[in-house]
Every structure is written in C-alpha cells, then in structure tokens.
C-alpha cells in the first residue's frame, strides 16, 4: 500500500470540474441518485455529465456506462451515490482511472458503530493507493458551486449564486441553510457539506478558498476539528484576506475530564477553541440566530470599518433596545457632528432626539426616514447605519424600504436595517434584502453581526500594523533546547503530580523566577529552614495527592517565630491526615513577600488533546478559579503575543497605574509566559504545567509555587520537534542541561 503524499493535491477538481460522472445514477423517484442526476442537470453545468448504472443506457437522456472504468474519459468529479459498502472499491476504480474528485455522499461509516469503522479504514486504504484522488466526505450532502453551475448534491433547496462560502460538517443544518438563504435572499458562492473528512477537511478548503476571489467571506459550521494545527494555519491564511465566521456546536462536552489543576479547570476544551479561533482571527458566533445574521451581513457589499453605529429610527423604545445591545456587546454610539445635527434640524421636527439615535418620531413618512438615514450615513464619524422602522400609520413600510435601499446603494459605508413587525411588513423586507441591506426582524440580531464584521476589520488592521511581520511558529533558541533536554532527563519515571522540588528544578531550567524554598520532612527541620530563609515565612504542604493545598488545610502564612512554624507544621500535617489520608511528605518552608505591593496571577500551560500546547495566564491565588478571568492562547508564542493576553483580563487596569502605585512589570509576566509555552511545547513528560501564585510587583513576576504533572512520554520521544526547528545561538546545550 502506497502512502498518500503531497503530489498535485489541487482541490480544483473538486471545486471546478469541467467534467462529471454520477455513480449510481438512476432515474428512480425519491432516490439519491435520481437526486444528484437531476441536480447536476437542472444546475445548468455546462460540462460533459455522465451517468453510470450497469442496468441502465442512459438515465434522463444522459449515454450511460456500466462501470467506473468504462467511461470514454477520466472526468474531473466522479459523485458517489451508490451505499457505504460498495464505496472503497469504486474510490480504487475511480484511481486508476485517472479521475481526481469524488464525493462520497453514502453514511454508514464511523458514526455507526464498529462494522462502520472497519469500513471506513478500508476506505482510508483506497484513498492511500489514489494519492492524487481528493475526496469530500463521506456521509456528506455533497456540493454546490453555483457560479459553473454545479450542484453535486442531494439538497432540495434551490441555491443562489452569491459571495458566501458556507463549509458545515452538518448535511442537515446544509439543508436548512439553503432554506433559509433562499428564503432571505441570499447566495452563496460555495455550498460544501464535508462530512466525516476523512480526506478533504477544513483546512483544505480554507487553503483553497483563501484564494478564490468569488467566494468573499466563509462561514463554517464545526462540530469538531482533526489536525487542528493545520486547520488554524490554514484559517490565518485565509482571514489575512478575507473574513471567516464560524459556529462550533458543543461548547460544554459532557464527557470533560475532571481537572488535575486550576489550569485543567479554566482551559477547558471551548476555552481552547476561542483561543485557537483567536489566534486564527476567525470570528466566533455563539449562537445558530447569529451565524445566520452574521452571514445576512457577509452578503452585503460592505463591510463596517470600525465600532461606531448610527442609529435612525422612527420609535424611541427600538432605538434604546438597539442602544442596549450595541454598548454591552463592546460597540459605540458615534458621535455626531455638529453639521449633521444642523441638516437634521433642517429635515426633522423639533422634537425629534437631536442626538444618536436619531428618532425621527413616529409620525414620519418614508421621506423623512430616507433623509434622516442619507444625512447620518454621510457623517465621518458613522462607521455603519442601523434603520429600524415600526410599522405606523403613516409611514409606507416599502417605500421606505426602498428608499433606504437607494441610499445604501450609493454609499460608502454599510446600512443594515430592522424593520419589525409581522405579514404587514414582508413585502418591504424583500424589497430591502433584494437592494442588498441586510434585514433582520429585530435590533439584537444586527447589532450582533456588525460588531462580529467590525472585530474582523480590526483584527485584520492589527495583523497589517505588525511589523516586522511574525512566524506563525517561533523557533526555540539554545537556551530552551538545553532546559528540554535537562527536564526530560528529571521526568523520566514520572506520571502524575510531580514533586515540588523537581517541578522547581525544571522551572529553573527555563529561567522562571521562584521564591527561595528549603523542603522539611521534620518540624525541627522546618524551624531550622525559617532560621536560614529569615522571617516571616510560609509553610507549604508537600503531598503527592494533594491538588489545591489550601482546600486541605496545607498552607500557613505570616509565621514569624520558631514556635509558630512548629505548630503550623504539626497542624498541616495532622489536618492532611484528618481530611484526605494521602502521604504526607513533609512542607516547603518559603520567605513570606509582602503581597500588598503587587498582584497575583496564575500562570499555566496544558497540552490540549486537539490542539496541543495551550498557556494561559489570569487572575491567581485562591480567586483562580471563583473570577474565572483568565486568557488562553496557543503555545509557543512570543512576548509580544504574551502580553497580548495579559491584555485581554478583566482584572488587567489593575497592573496599570492605581491609587498612586506605578504600573506593574507586565513584560516581566509575558516573559514568564512565553518560558512555559516553551516548556509545554518541547519537554513531551510535561501533560500541565501552573505557576500560582505569581506575584507581579513593579519590579518584576515571580512564582511563588510551582505545580507540574507529568505523563509517560512515548518510546524514543525527546523534546518536541526540536530536529526540524532552527536553534538560534551558539550556548552550550549540554552546559545549558545540566544548569
């Protein structure tokens, strides 16, 4: 069996085939074949279409050929309508025949059961003898490209042609989309149900897509990814030129795992998909409602270029709900000019708001509204326009609609509307929606999708701003080559919670500043440690089954005589024995820093089970877990990243200046940061990594307790792909080791 390599892997004929052949064509009613046959005709595909049916000449007046490899030609697409058991065989005869796409729309593979599974790895056996053949699906919907007219796919809908690419890994939320679209007016520039990937994923498409100038935005539907570092690779290629939107199903898993640390608990498996989409510059919806408003948006022809929203409407009450929304969801009220707010008085009644929102009261005609909006729209400080209307007596809801339409279509910046109500009001929503302006039935929804497209446009003026531009991947240097190498070496064996002295030990290799500790297994020894350390100290259990030490009593703070180290130690360990009967090993015995001249964070790193090295930094000590303000990103990065996510706390105004303390040391943090991404990406032993609490001052971080929790690293695994990474330096690695 030939492995499947990276030869002329083009998805082109999949995405634009100039020839098609449908497996299993048929002209039975109701059948999939008869489906995908009459799709494809009906489509108006220009190209030759074949079917093939051993039983039939000709299907829908369409030569047919018995089999696979009687077809005249090799065509680009072979579309598989035939079941799950016959697929690997026709996937082997579509190979040698030359073809180089198929869709395999037949289910019955992994998801049902273990015959499924044996099934589908004799089809990953096919495709590794085909290494040229690309494949969508299976148990996929298939696809549609409307702009050459092909629809190689089961779906009722009819499809629009459009500037959105939509990729789902649901068929049937593929068929309710094309309903909605339809129904709203929408097109799309590709429709492609991907199905189990078991070839053609995520990351694929994105590469292909990324390039392909009809399809102006993407929108994926996710319910879980594999090779999620490629996928997030892909889609930063992708978002540099265009917005990309996604909805992931299943953001609490049932079956998560009890954490092991604090890091465990706040890194969860969504937590780690918003960093992944974070760090991709993909933006999340959290919400089907709002993909789908989102999506309204990304058909427009503009999109908004910053966060400030003028609102006209002719209610008070919608204006204020609008308001609301677009202030708690992070977006701004612009500003208006004092030139705008004159033409206003000049078109609007005295009474009217004089101010954003523009209430143009409820006794406006749809002149008064289109004036209104055509003045706030030509304001430098609007950035995009929200017109909402109630239906009233007065007002034609159409003709409004109409002459909003007018306005949007000669402007510069986009203009969403909502235009509220029931049957009364349907004819001037499509009126809206065939004039382009995205029409949602209440204020929520399009506040929600502007400033989704709005965070797009920032991101992606960031990403322009950064010079020089940064690798996607940093490379270590020699000094973290060396503290791999040394902290492999001190795993070996490990599994589990890892003892605080060997956890302090690695953390030393990677320069990561801790408080001076001496270990105690005796209260004599305990006392003779605070002697040499100088009071104040701190006692710290030390348990190999202990998780969060202060929950069993496991710490004593402030201790500033001999006798009160003696009780403290003869309580923690008599404390440890009543609530949890685990090993008792003894304390660490540390300086006890004046927590008042600073703050404390927790810092920490996983290895993520889809995406690998993941760090996180947020608010630390005993509030860890009660703020839940914390920041993930994918490791390693670089300091400037890592201050990136300092920035995003909650808490993080409290490392600035305050109350007449001079700001903290954040960059201190990042570096510390970066230290443990690198530690979590190149030491393989390594399963979670935390330092908590690190107390950050103006004068640097510093960690005042370390936790790490080790698992067998593989036979002959070393540190992770350090052989194909560039070293910088020229510091002695085996010196560097053994530091």
């Known amino acids: 069996m030939t492995a499947r390599t990276s030869t002329d892997r083009s998805l082109r004929p999949l995405l634009a085939p100039r020839s098609v052949a449908i497996v299993g064509a048929t002209e039975r009613p109701g059948s999939v074949g008869a489906t995908v046959m009459r799709n494809v005709i009906d489509g108006g595909f220009p190209g030759p279409v074949t079917p093939v049916n051993p039983g039939r000449a000709s299907v829908f007046d369409r030569v047919a050929v018995a089999r696979v490899e009687d077809l005249p030609q090799p065509p680009d697409l072979a579309v598989l309508c035939t079941p799950a058991h016959t697929v690997p065989a026709l996937l082997r005869a579509c190979g040698k025949t030359g073809i180089r796409g198929a869709v395999v729309l037949a289910a019955g593979f992994r998801e049902s059961g273990p015959a499924g599974r044996a099934l589908e790895q004799d ?32 779906a009722r809908a009819p499809v629009r042609g459009g500037t959105i690419a939509l990729c789902s890994q649901s068929g049937a939320l593929c068929s309710a989309m094309l309903g909605w679209a339809d129904a709203q007016g929408i097109g799309f520039s590709h429709f492609l149900s991907v199905g189990n990937m078991t070839d053609v994923g995520f990351a694929d498409l994105l590469d292909a897509l990324a390039e392909d100038d009809a399809a102006r935005s993407v929108v994926l539907y996710i319910e879980a990814l594999t090779d999620a570092r490629r996928f997030v690779a892909s889609a930063r290629r992708c978002t540099a030129r265009k917005p990309v939107v996604v909805f992931k199903a299943g953001r609490h898993a049932a079956a998560a795992r009890a954490a092991a640390s604090h890091t465990g608990a706040m890194a ?8 992944a989409f974070e760090h991709a510059g993909i933006v ?155 029409a949602y039935a209440t204020p929520e929804p399009a506040i929600e999708a502007f400033l989704h497209l709005a965070k797009h446009v920032e991101r992606r003026e960031a990403e322009d701003r950064c010079t020089p531009q940064r690798a996607d991947t940093p490379a270590p240097d020699a000094q973290v080559v060396g503290a791999a190498a040394g902290a492999t070496r001190l795993l070996q064996g490990c599994a589990g919670p890892v003892d605080e002295p060997r956890a302090r030990r690695i953390f030393g290799l990677f320069d990561i500043a801790m408080t001076p500790a001496d270990t105690a297994g005796t209260e004599e020894a305990a006392v003779d440690a605070a002697r040499r350390l100088g009071y104040p100290v701190v006692l710290k259990v030390i348990s190999p089954g202990v998780t969060h030490k202060t929950d069993v009593g496991g710490v004593a703070l402030d201790l500033r005589s001999d006798d009160a180290v003696g009780a403290a130690f003869r309580r923690i360990r008599d404390t440890l024995a009543r609530r949890s009967g685990t090993p008792f090993s003894g304390v660490s015995v540390q300086p006890m820093l004046d927590r008042s001249a600073g703050e404390e964070l927790i810092l920490g790193a996983r290895r993520d089970a889809t995406f690998g090295p993941v760090v996180m930094v947020g608010a630390g000590g005993t509030r860890a877990e009660v703020l839940g303000d914390r920041a993930l990103a994918l490791a390693p990065l670089d300091p400037q990243d890592a201050r990136g996510l300092c920035d995003r706390l909650r808490i993080r105004s409290l490392l600035g200046p305050w109350r007449g303390r001079a700001a903290l040391d954040v960059d201190a943090v990042a570096a510390m940061v970066t230290r443990l991404g690198w530690m979590i990406e190149t030491v393989p032993g390594i399963a979670e990594v935390e330092a908590n609490p690190v107390l950050v001052t103006v004068d640097g971080a510093v960690a005042l307790d370390a936790r790490l929790i080790a698992h067998p690293a593989p036979d002959g695994e070393r540190a992770a792909s350090l052989s194909d990474r560039t070293v910088a330096g020229t510091m002695n690695v085996a010196g560097a080791a053994e530091a």
């Not at 969860?268 to 960093?275: L, M, N, R, S």
């Not at 339409?405 to 969403?416: D, K, N, Q």
């Open 284 to 438: 999340r919806v959290d919400r089907l409602d709002a993909f789908l408003a989102t999506a309204e948006l990304l058909a427009g022809s503009r999109w908004p270029r910053g966060r400030r929203l003028g609102i006209v409407t002719n209610a008070g009450g919608p204006g204020v709900i609008a308001t609301d929304a677009l202030v708690e969801g992070g977006g701004t009220l612009a500003t208006l000019s004092e030139s705008t707010i004159a033409a206003l008085d000049a078109v609007l009644p005295a009474c009217w708001s004089h101010g954003n929102p523009v209430d143009v009261i409820g006794d406006a005609d749809h002149e008064r509204l289109a004036s209104a909006t055509r003045h706030v729209i030509a304001d430098p400080t609007v950035d995009a326009v929200l017109v909402m209307l109630t239906p009233q007596a007065i007002i034609d809801a159409r003709a409004a609609a109409e002459a909003v339409g007018t306005i949007a279509a000669s402007g510069s910046r986009p203009v969403l509307a909502s235009w509220m109500g029931g049957a009364e009001i349907a004819t001037a929503v499509a009126a809206l929606r065939r004039a382009g302006v995205p």
């Open 123 to 154: 089809l990953r056996d096919a495709l590794a003898e085909t290494p040229s053949l690309r494949v969508l699906g299976p148990n996929c919907l298939g696809l549609i490209v409307p702009g050459i007219g092909l629809n190689a796919s089961f």
């Open 268 to 275: 969860g498996e969504d937590a780690v998909y918003d960093a």
